[in-house]
């Protein structure tokens, strides 16, 4: 018999036969999520009666000191400039100078008497509302580390972020907007985006970026030449992922990527109206020092008033990055302290505090948990001449409304200021807690991963009860 060739398919042909394999992979591509979007979240009821309803985290990336802000130590006024009389362990870089005392004075306010130093005086004038933790530890002392710890209570990348996990819980009250959003004040702490991630939960609880300018999101903005024709788009969109949902064997990944497309649609909607403050009033404005001579005032200022206008709209978990102030490394003073922790203290004490007042004024703190925290804190001896070290053993973070206890403080550290001594606080409990507070019993939101129940605080945390009214 004799051997015929092959008959091979043109181009045309070739493409026309595969056309629908490559569609499928670019299709499988979107469906990374790997259960649909739930408005009501993975948690058919609570636990228990929740204190807070939503989560704002002020997060002060690179570590605010905590004897210059909320834990005032005498001791380092009268040893200022003497070696350090106790034995401390190996900091960030070893370089372990002489004692040095706060260039900031520090004084009793509110009924409750709590102590904020001059560095602050406008987060002070809501002492009565704050409860300070003094004994809040981290387990590691390097930026990138400590900063997914807090993040996600892990000390390294690839893990969900506290916003996804409590998103993913939770759910959202808003079908316009994501149920987690991070407000860009300008730095992405060490550790990138994974700060953020939804890692191993579906992909529709990772934290969306958005910052304040004329285009908040990228690639938000319609581009087709009218609303009806992307309407018109989007019905045959709507035609073609349903055709394919009756076909797949992942479901919910299909259903998971239709809504957010759906979602990405009513944004276009949303976030205009959202980032209009015509209808905010002249006295809000100055409140939140919107007409601060500071430019970076102004900036943070927009930032947390966006926070509050999106709770207003049902966001559940809002976190807000520091403003990038020139000359500075976030709060991350090594050498220089007194005029770097001024003006960034001078971005963001003002619209922090008038954060507080006015979600009081609206009746919104009560079930507003408001987070205001970095990620570890700062030695009480020197590095250098005038700078201060990485300092995780022990450092001052606080919180407001969302059922905790207004004008209180917890734990305490030794007499310099180095390590917690009384009433410890892990990363751990502190996730615990917030959990707690929303209504979750941590140990019971968990998620399915690599044959284990994961949860924010791993086999650990237990809730700090002290601090709840």
């Given at each position: 018999?004799?051997?015929?060739?092959?008959?091979?398919?043109?181009?045309?042909?070739?493409?026309?036969?595969?056309?629908?394999?490559?569609?499928?992979?670019?299709?499988?591509?979107?469906?990374?999520?790997?259960?649909?979007?739930?408005?009501?979240?993975?948690?058919?009821a609570l636990h228990h009666r929740p204190r807070a309803r939503r989560v704002i985290f002020l997060y002060m990336d690179g570590g605010p000191?905590?004897?210059?802000?909320?834990?005032?130590?005498?001791?380092?006024?009268?040893?200022?400039?003497?070696?350090?009389?106790?034995?401390?362990?190996?900091?960030?870089?070893?370089?372990?100078?002489?004692?040095?005392?706060?260039?900031?004075?520090?004084?009793?306010?509110?009924?409750?008497?709590?102590?904020?130093?001059?560095?602050?005086?406008?987060?002070?004038?809501?002492?009565?509302?704050?409860?300070?933790?003094?004994?809040?530890?981290?387990?590691?002392?390097?930026?990138?580390?400590?900063?997914?710890?807090?993040?996600?209570?892990?000390?390294?990348?690839?893990?969900?972020?506290?916003?996804?996990?409590?998103?993913?819980?939770?759910?959202?009250?808003?079908?316009?907007?994501?149920?987690?959003?991070?407000?860009?004040?300008?730095?992405?702490?060490?550790?990138?985006?994974?700060?953020?991630?939804?890692?191993?939960?579906?992909?529709?609880?990772?934290?969306?970026?958005?910052?304040?300018?004329?285009?908040?999101?990228?690639?938000?903005?319609?581009?087709?030449?009218?609303?009806?024709?992307?309407?018109?788009?989007?019905?045959?969109?709507?035609?073609?992922?349903?055709?394919?949902?009756?076909?797949?064997?992942?479901?919910?990944?299909?259903?998971?990527?239709?809504?957010?497309?759906?979602?990405?649609?009513?944004?276009?909607?949303?976030?205009?109206?959202?980032?209009?403050?015509?209808?905010?009033?002249?006295?809000?404005?100055?409140?939140?020092?919107?007409?601060?001579?500071?430019?970076?005032?102004?900036?943070?200022?927009?930032?947390?008033?966006?926070?509050?206008?999106?709770?207003?709209?049902?966001?559940?978990?809002?976190?807000?990055?520091?403003?990038?102030?020139?000359?500075?490394?976030?709060?991350?003073?090594?050498?220089?302290?007194?005029?770097?922790?001024?003006?960034?203290?001078?971005?963001?004490?003002?619209?922090?505090?008038?954060?507080?007042?006015?979600?009081?004024?609206?009746?919104?703190?009560?079930?507003?948990?408001?987070?205001?925290?970095?990620?570890?804190?700062?030695?009480?001896?020197?590095?250098?001449?005038?700078?201060?070290?990485?300092?995780?053993?022990?450092?001052?973070?606080?919180m407001a409304g969302g059922g905790v206890k207004p004008g209180h403080i917890h734990g305490a550290t030794d007499e310099y200021g180095y390590f917690a001594v009384e009433n410890k606080v892990?990363?751990?409990?502190?996730?615990?807690?917030?959990?707690?507070?929303?209504?979750?019993?941590?140990?019971?939101?968990?998620?399915?991963?690599?044959?284990?129940?994961?949860?924010?605080?791993?086999?650990?945390?237990?809730?700090?009860?002290?601090?709840?009214?």
């Open positions: 018999m004799p051997i015929t060739k092959p008959i091979l398919p043109t181009r045309r042909e070739m493409l026309a036969h595969c056309a629908n394999g490559f569609g499928a992979l670019a299709f499988t591509g979107l469906f990374s999520g790997r259960t649909a979007p739930s408005h009501h979240g993975a948690l058919q000191s905590q004897v210059d802000t909320f834990d005032p130590k005498p001791r380092l006024d009268r040893e200022h400039g003497s070696p350090i009389k106790m034995k401390v362990p190996k900091t960030q870089f070893d370089n372990v100078g002489d004692v040095l005392k706060s260039p900031w004075k520090f004084h009793e306010h509110g009924e409750s008497g709590i102590p904020v130093s001059d560095l602050l005086p406008h987060i002070a004038s809501c002492a009565d509302d704050l409860c300070v933790i003094r004994s809040m530890t981290s387990e590691f002392s390097e930026h990138t580390n400590a900063n997914y710890f807090l993040h996600t209570g892990e000390g390294q990348q690839g893990w969900p972020s506290m916003g996804s996990w409590i998103t993913y819980g939770l759910g959202t009250e808003s079908d316009k907007l994501p149920g987690f959003l991070v407000l860009n004040g300008g730095l992405i702490p060490p550790g990138g985006f994974d700060c953020f991630h939804s890692s191993f939960l579906p992909a529709t609880f990772q934290g969306s970026i958005l910052k304040s300018g004329k285009e908040p999101i990228a690639n938000l903005a319609r581009t087709e030449a009218t609303p009806e024709l992307q309407q018109e788009k989007l019905s045959l969109l709507r035609q073609l992922d349903g055709e394919a949902l009756k076909l797949s064997d992942t479901d919910r990944s299909v259903e998971a990527a239709i809504a957010n497309y759906e979602l990405a649609f009513r944004m276009q909607r949303a976030v205009p109206d959202l980032m209009d403050m015509r209808g905010e009033s002249e006295a809000t404005r100055q409140l939140y020092g919107l007409d601060a001579k500071f430019e970076h005032t102004r900036n943070y200022g927009t930032l947390c008033l966006l926070a509050r206008r999106l709770i207003e709209r049902g966001v559940r978990f809002i976190e807000v990055t520091c403003p990038k102030v020139g000359g500075n490394d976030r709060w991350d003073q090594h050498s220089n302290l007194e005029k770097g922790h001024q003006t960034n203290a001078l971005a963001v004490d003002q619209p922090v505090a008038a954060l507080l007042k006015d979600l009081k004024a609206r009746g919104l703190l009560d079930d507003t948990l408001v987070l205001w925290a970095g990620e570890f804190g700062r030695t009480p001896m020197a590095q250098g001449k005038n700078g201060r070290d990485h300092n995780p053993h022990g450092f001052s973070i606080w892990t990363m751990h409990d502190l996730h615990a807690t917030i959990l707690h507070l929303l209504g979750i019993e941590h140990t019971k939101l968990t998620y399915r991963f690599s044959g284990r129940d994961m949860r924010l605080t791993g086999v650990k945390g237990e809730v700090v009860h002290d601090i709840i009214a």
